[in-house]
């Protein structure tokens, strides 16, 4: 199950830099992708796991980071439960990979699982990838375990009305496009990360896991008015 649903109100995808309100209206109700699932009962997040929530991008190696980039840095998005990392040519936004699923933890190890890619990195569409994990304040460290990976990451932090807006912990999440609220989603993955400022949209072929559309960006919250900027596309 994901973490809510949400009904589209206008928006839609638009150039690199373009930016349209709209009003926040978040219901919160529980979908099931598969109707037919039991749900699991509920366990309480460690506290990595919380930690973990937010959007990050790549600053090095351990014991080589440097600084974020002003643009076009490889960011990942972890909501709970979903993640989505993309990249994008800094000088055109246009998206050079993306790839997402699910990410679950045991004490400090994570697992992730690529459900959707596009065709850059399809081939590990399927894969689950094991990796040892610490933070340190605003930078997150993976250790791949029987894979080459050794990442350093650092936070992205909203400003600071978004950070302080009643709905900021409320948006939270991925979200999947269900057209009418109550009724089940459509068999592609259609889905809305959002978290610290920080959004991307994302539409896969339910039959191969291809990425059909992408982009995102940053948002602001004013009280209820939601602001995205579309900063990247494929």
């Known amino acids: ?4 649903a949400q009904t ?9 830099g373009t930016s349209w309100p709209d009003s926040t209206g978040i219901t919160g109700t529980p979908v099931n992708v598969d109707a037919t699932d039991t749900p699991a009962p509920p366990v309480a997040p460690s506290q990595l796991a ?3 929530i937010g959007v990050w991008t790549l600053v090095g190696t351990p014991g080589h980071a440097s600084n974020a980039p002003a643009a076009g840095g490889r ?6 439960s979903h993640l989505c990392m993309t990249q994008a040519d800094p000088k055109t936004g246009v998206v050079m990979f993306n790839h997402g699923g699910t990410y679950r933890l045991d004490g400090n190890e994570y697992y992730e699982s690529l459900d959707y890619a596009n ?10 990838g094991k ?3 610490q933070i340190n304040g ?3 460290t993976d250790v791949g375990v029987d894979n080459p990976w050794r990442e350093v990451w650092k936070r992205l932090k909203p400003d600071a009305a978004t950070a302080a807006s009643p709905f900021a912990k409320e948006l939270t999440g991925t979200w999947i496009l269900v057209k009418e609220a109550g009724k089940t989603p459509p068999a592609g993955k259609d889905l809305k990360f959002c978290v ?3 959004w991307c949209d994302t539409y896969a072929d339910p039959t191969n896991g291809l990425v059909v559309v992408h982009h995102g960006g940053t948002y602001t919250l004013e009280g209820n008015t939601y602001t995205e900027t579309v900063h990247y596309a494929n």
């Open 1 to 4: 199950a994901l973490t809510g």
């Open 196 to 198: 610290d400022g920080h």
């Open 119 to 128: 065709p850059s990195t399809m081939q590990f569409i399927g894969h689950t």
């Open 131 to 133: 990796f040892s994990i």
């Open 138 to 140: 605003d930078l997150l």
């Open 8 to 16: 589209e109100k206008g928006g839609g995808s638009g150039p690199a």
């Open 50 to 52: 919380n930690e973990l």
């Open 75 to 80: 960011i990942k998005f972890f909501t709970g």
